[in-house]
């Protein structure tokens, strides 16, 4: 078991994203942390649940990352933590699950096919305490009704200017839509430590 005297604020926190978005609700969060992406070839992964296709992939950024900082084993229990972040994020549509558009054309061909419907996003997010090797992992889910699309998975990004006019509905959290659950992020951050 991890030493109990470590809190979170004693933990250094590595974020495995190039995501803005991911970037920016940890900071809302009141987090430092440092920013290592993960280089995996994502369409090498398939499974058939989106909640159990964006844990593999979480899980896989995080493997990638720690296999790159060349960690064996673990460290001396009364190390200060390292915690390594990584998420995924998918929207399923219509019971297909879309990741980032390809193209251009894919992603209007996304965005005209939101027009009027529902999108779910489900997204994860693996937290690997790299001074004990414990892993604690979740995912979540919300609903949106319209949205606008760029470059993130199912061409879906809520927090684009001009999304907000089109979006009715969001059920979940809005964080959980832009790739991070803030609720799900600080429980298993906070869970990482006890083991």
């Not at 995996?40 to 593999?56: G, Y």
């Not at 979540?140 to 470059?151: A, C, H, M, P, R």
């Amino acid at each position: 078991m991890a030493n109990p005297k470590f809190q979170l604020k004693d933990a250094k926190i590595i974020l495995g994203s190039s995501s803005m978005a991911r970037r920016k609700i940890l900071q809302e969060m009141g987090f430092d942390f440092t920013v290592m992406a993960a280089d995996i070839d994502e369409m090498s992964i398939r499974r058939e649940k989106p909640e159990d296709l964006v844990l593999a992939l979480a899980e896989a950024k995080a493997d990638a990352i720690v296999s790159r900082l060349g960690i064996q084993g673990h460290k001396e229990e009364n190390a200060h933590p390292t915690l390594l972040l990584t998420a995924d994020t998918v929207v399923v549509y219509e019971g297909m699950i879309r990741e980032k558009p390809s193209s251009k054309e894919e992603a209007r061909h996304f965005v005209k096919g939101y027009s009027g419907g529902c999108a779910v996003v489900v997204g994860s997010v693996v937290v690997t305490n790299l001074s004990t090797g414990s892993r604690k992992q979740g995912w979540d889910k919300s609903e949106i009704d319209d949205g606008v699309t760029l470059n993130v998975a199912g061409g879906l990004m809520l927090e684009h200017p001009l999304t907000a006019p089109f979006v009715d509905t969001v059920i979940g959290t809005p964080d959980g839509v832009m790739g991070l659950s803030k609720s799900l992020t600080q429980k298993l951050l906070e869970e990482s430590l006890q083991s």
